[in-house]
C-alpha cells in the first residue's frame, strides 16, 4: 500500500513540475515580440489625446487600433524607430463617460490580437477642479456679490452699535430710559 502512494504521489509530483515548467516557458514565447498594448496615459479624460504602442508586431509591423468601445473609433499604429515598436494615437471623444475600456490592435501581417485598458474620469489629475461662486444658504455671505448691499449693511451695524452704545451710557448716568 506505501508504495502505491509513493509511487501516485512521486507521479503527481512529476507532473505539477513539469506543467511548472512548460507554462513559464510557453509565456516566454508569447512574450518575446512583446505582448502587449501600452495605453499612455492609462487614465485619460474625454477630449484628451491618447498614445497606444506595442512591440507584438515585430520590427517594420503596422497595426490597425479600434478604440470604439470608448466611441473613438479605428486608428493606425505605424512602425516606429524606438525598439521596433508600433505607435499611434486616438482622441477620447468628449460625451466619453467614466469607466474601464478595452483597447484592441490587430498586427498587419498575422492578425495577431492584442489588448489593452484605458480608464475615463472625469477629472484629470493635473488641472484641479476649484469650486467657484457662493453657497446659497440663504443667510447671505459677509462678502456677497453686490457691494451696495455689503456697505448698506455695515453701515446699518455701525448705528447700531452706536445707538446701543449710546443708550448704554444714559442709563449708567441715571438719566433713564
Known amino acids: 500500500m506505501r508504495r502505491t502512494v509513493r509511487l501516485l504521489t512521486g507521479t503527481a509530483l512529476a507532473v505539477v513540475a513539469a506543467a511548472g515548467v512548460a507554462v513559464p516557458a510557453a509565456h516566454a514565447a508569447a512574450g518575446a515580440r512583446g505582448g502587449s498594448l501600452a495605453v499612455y496615459p492609462a487614465t ?3 477630449g484628451g489625446h491618447v498614445s497606444v ?24 499604429l505605424a512602425p516606429s524607430a ?3 515598436e508600433a ?3 486616438f482622441l477620447v471623444p468628449p460625451s466619453a463617460q467614466p469607466g474601464t475600456y478595452e483597447i484592441v ?10 489588448t ?23 443667510v447671505g455671505g459677509a462678502l456677497g456679490p453686490d457691494p451696495v448691499q455689503t456697505a448698506a449693511g455695515v453701515a446699518a451695524l455701525a448705528v447700531a ?17
Open 53 to 76: 504602442n506595442t512591440a507584438a508586431c515585430g520590427d517594420g509591423g503596422a497595426a490597425t487600433g479600434d478604440a470604439g468601445a470608448v466611441g473613438a473609433g479605428r486608428f493606425a
Open 82 to 84: 524606438h525598439e521596433g
Open 116 to 138: 489593452g485598458d484605458m480608464v475615463i474620469t472625469l477629472a484629470s489629475d493635473r488641472q484641479p477642479v476649484l469650486p467657484r461662486g457662493s453657497v446659497k444658504t440663504g
Open 87 to 89: 505607435i499611434g494615437q
Open 105 to 114: 490592435a490587430e498586427c498587419a501581417g498575422d492578425g495577431r490580437r492584442i
Open 161 to 177: 452699535a452706536a445707538g446701543g452704545t449710546w443708550l448704554l451710557h444714559r442709563r449708567a448716568r441715571g438719566d433713564g430710559f
Open 44 to 46: 485619460a479624460v474625454p
